[in-house]
């Protein structure tokens, strides 16, 4: 028996291109573009399926990794989507180079930018880096998380794990827990849900979450039950462990006692999924047995980090010589 | 129509292209000869967006006329293409979905129009990453001319020898407002 393929509704963005040159962040990027986002990854999803993961769409373009802070699966991840899309990648990172040597973050940029790279991709404790890296390249810039401003491809990842279980985002009910005012995957996170209609709670302790940050158009909670209640997905966010001598909450047993995700929870409210950028810290976040869960879907989110990094530097990347005037 | 498009001549009208469609079903099953040992591994590849609806439209006239269903595959070969650094914006990437292993099939490759010869030759490139097709051959409704790779098609509807600055557009009533083939002047192409 053969089968019958329906492709009449692939087509359903109602753009072609992205209006950006580059992706510092989601705060300004339109529901279509995301969208458009998404869509194109779905496709690049079924190349990393195939036997031969790998398509020759952006072979000759070079890409730059500037990892100036330490990260692995971002990193990997990207080094990964560049591949599998055949562009010629060079890695950077601060450890063991000319930064740690004193070099400044210009004179790194004016140095590749002489070695004729098409896209960088940048990492820095720095909020606004990558934006100020544009002013002094003419290649695309890729933000893959500056500070505690916003970390993009993390957020639309994100998205393509949540698209899969609900068919849209209007009306969906998202809750973020734990520290938001350190998180740029809470803030690309909100910007972009919000965007696409969703209904966005934070919860934490007050010492982490920003004054005033309702503003954005979001539901704050200080109580775990009241964000669970209706909710449709719970991303959990990582304690960064080494803020833990900052006294912004008394213990990590306390935390979890308040703010961990357990069994219970999970029993409690049937359909609900969880989602964690990882790395997850087991017992402070998320109970041990949550992170197995079959409603976990962390690790899906890990797959579709490499399909959105194909598409976001697929749709970004531009022939040599074109310099359209583009908002940044 | 494109929008600057200026419609020169009505090459085919739907019965035109339904009696095309006919022919070219017959051609496919005496490739195929559904009796054989071999049928089995044949399958159709409609290229996006209109080779699609052109293969399901043939599966369907083979299987009226043969009882046989030969499977169809999507196949989207931008990815694939050549001519990324010479545009402006990126085409959007459309689905491919062929729900069968390639290795060991014949395959007949589905387009609306053969013209320079790069899109068939990025669909074969895409067709080889999926595996080892025992055999490719191509189908076109049109071929009007200008190749720039050493390609011909293996069944064709019409030869139709264009000019540059000329298109031919195929038109489907599945997608379109009008069915039909149709020779136009576009100021754009070069």
Redesign the interface.
Same mark, same amino acid.
């Given at each position: 028996?053969? =089968? *019958?393929?329906d492709? %009449?509704d692939? %087509?359903t *963005?109602s753009i072609? %291109?992205l209006e950006h040159r580059h992706l510092l962040g989601l705060a300004t990027y339109s529901a279509e573009e995301i969208q458009?986002i998404l869509?194109?990854a779905r =496709?690049?999803r079924? !190349?990393l399926e195939?036997?031969?993961k790998? !398509?020759? *769409?952006?072979?000759?373009v070079t890409v730059v990794n500037l990892f100036f802070e330490p990260s692995t699966r971002t990193r990997i991840s990207f080094e990964l989507a560049e591949k599998r899309l055949s562009a010629d990648t060079v890695n950077f990172s601060a450890s063991g180079s000319s930064v740690s040597k004193g070099e400044t973050l210009k004179d790194t940029a004016q140095n590749i930018e002489a070695m004729k790279i098409d896209m960088a991709v940048i990492r820095h404790k720095s909020p606004g880096a990558p934006h100020w890296l544009t002013r002094c390249v003419d290649a695309v810039v890729i933000n893959a998380g500056d500070g505690a401003h916003e970390h993009p491809t993390q957020a639309l990842l994100d998205l393509l794990t949540m698209s899969e279980h609900f068919s849209s985002f209007k009306g969906l009910n998202v809750s973020i827990l734990g520290d938001i005012t350190h998180s740029r995957v809470a803030r690309s996170n909100i910007f972009a849900l919000t965007t696409l209609g969703a209904n966005v709670t934070l919860c934490g302790p007050k010492t982490l979450i920003p004054y005033d940050i309702e503003h954005l158009g979001v539901r704050v909670t200080h109580r775990l039950d009241e964000a669970l209640e209706g909710c449709d997905v719970a991303m959990a966010l990582r304690i960064q462990l080494e803020r833990q001598g900052s006294s912004l909450f008394p213990s990590l047993r306390e935390y979890h006692d308040h703010f961990g995700i357990t069994l219970d929870h999970m029993v409690r409210h049937p359909d609900l999924l969880i989602m964690h950028p990882g790395p997850v810290n087991r017992g402070v976040e998320l109970a041990s047995e949550v992170v197995d869960h079959e409603r976990a879907i962390i690790l899906n989110q890990v797959t579709n980090g490499v399909a959105i990094r194909m598409a976001v530097l697929?749709?970004l %990347? =531009?022939?040599?010589g =074109?310099e359209?005037s583009r908002p940044g | 129509m494109e929008p600057q498009d200026v419609i020169k001549a009505q090459l085919m009208d739907a019965r035109d292209l339904d009696r095309t469609l006919d022919r070219m079903a017959r051609r496919i099953v005496e490739l195929i000869d559904p009796g054989s040992e071999e049928a089995r591994a044949f399958a159709l590849i409609g290229m996006q967006t209109r080779g699609v609806f052109l293969a399901r439209r043939l599966q369907a006239k083979i299987q009226e006329v043969e009882g046989f269903e030969v499977p169809v595959g999507v196949l989207d070969a931008t990815m694939y293409r050549d001519d990324f650094r010479r545009r402006l914006k990126q085409p959007v990437v459309r689905e491919t979905r062929i729900p069968f292993d390639v290795t060991e099939r014949h395959l007949v490759l589905i387009d609306d129009v053969l013209y320079t010869g790069r899109t068939v030759r990025a669909a074969m490139d895409a067709l080889m990453d999926l595996g080892r097709p025992a055999s490719i051959r191509f189908l076109a409704i049109v071929d009007r001319g200008l190749r720039e790779l050493p390609i011909r098609a293996d069944i064709i509807g019409r030869d139709v020898p264009t000019m540059p600055g000329e298109e031919v557009r195929v038109r489907l009533h599945e997608i379109d407002d009008r069915e039909g083939v149709w020779l136009v002047e576009n100021p754009r192409a070069k």
């Open positions: 028996m053969a =089968e *019958t393929i492709t %009449a692939t %087509a *963005t072609s %291109a458009l869509q194109t =496709e690049f079924e !190349v195939r036997p031969i790998r !398509v020759p *769409t952006l072979r000759g697929y749709l %990347a =531009e022939p040599p =074109e359209e | -």
